[in-house]
């Protein structure tokens, strides 16, 4: 026995390949496509796969802003370098210092390395 969904409905009933349920044809949105003018899976099932398919669709959105962020990220590198390259001149004598410590740093560990 199967749910009719349209009162006074006779219809066979039509098996959806989604829930694998055999529904009424009223359960069915109609498509011109198909032979028996109605669609494969029953309502509930295209409406979950139409889910299915906006959820998909989000996630290659969502990719795609990724790799987009991405791009832009390294475009922003770009953009910055000749800032980037002020700041360093800027500090170029902190830099050098800073070498300059490390290179006594390093002088004092191979004089005792080699002691
Ligand atoms: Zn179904
Ligand atoms: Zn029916």
């Known amino acids: ?4 969904v349209i009162g006074g409905c006779v219809c066979p009933g039509k098996r959806c390949p989604g829930c694998e349920q055999v529904k009424c044809c009223g359960a069915f949105n109609r ?12 309502r509930e099932c295209s409406r979950e796969k ?3 398919d906006r959820s998909k669709h989000r996630d290659r959105a969502r990719e795609e802003n990724k790799r987009w962020r991405q791009n832009h990220r390294e475009y922003e590198r ?6 980037i390259r002020m700041y360093q001149e800027k500090n170029r004598e902190k830099y050098r210092e800073q070498s300059r410590a490390e290179r006594t740093m390093r002088r004092i560990e191979t004089n005792t390395e080699n002691r």
Not at 1 to 4: A, F, K, L, S
Not at 31 to 42: I, N, T
Not at 78 to 83: D, F, G, M, T
């Open 1 to 4: 026995m199967i749910e009719h």
């Open 31 to 42: 498509s011109l496509l198909r032979l028996d003018g109605l669609q494969v899976y029953c």
């Open 50 to 52: 139409k889910r299915e």
């Open 78 to 83: 770009e953009r910055k370098k000749p800032y």
